[in-house]
Nanobody, 125 residues
């Protein structure tokens, strides 16, 4: 059974940092692009960041560029999202996602085949 399990969410004050992790099991995603998405209450799910299977290419939403960093450790089958300079508008449930092998990175949620259950991030002002 394929599973993506996020962790590392929590509550932090504005300007603080959090590091999210996404551990994959059931199959290897070493050949798969992966991404982070988020969904705030009453809003659509939106793209945050994506990374190629090798880690050599990344893409970020304009709203997080310069503050968030996506990375991966294929040896551990784990995806990360380092979030710095957090703002109240970053409050959301954060989801990791993976595409099937050897596809390119994309900001479209519909292109991802596997999803985690999400982890809550709350940023207070």
């Amino acid at each position: 059974q394929v599973q993506l399990v996020e962790s590392g969410g929590g509550m932090v004050q504005a300007g603080g940092s959090l590091r999210l992790s996404c551990a994959a099991s059931g199959r290897t995603f070493n050949n798969s692009p992966m991404g982070w998405f988020r969904q705030a209450p009453g809003k659509e799910r939106e793209f945050v960041a994506a990374i190629s299977w090798s880690g050599g290419s990344t893409n970020y939403a304009d709203s997080v560029k310069g503050r968030f960093t996506i990375s991966r450790d294929n040896g551990k089958n784990t995806l990360y999202l380092q979030m710095n300079s957090l703002k109240p508008e970053d409050t959301a449930i954060y989801y990791c996602a993976a595409r099937r092998s050897f596809y390119g990175i994309t900001p479209r949620a519909s292109d991802y085949d596997y999803w985690g259950q999400g982890t809550q991030v709350t940023v207070s002002s």
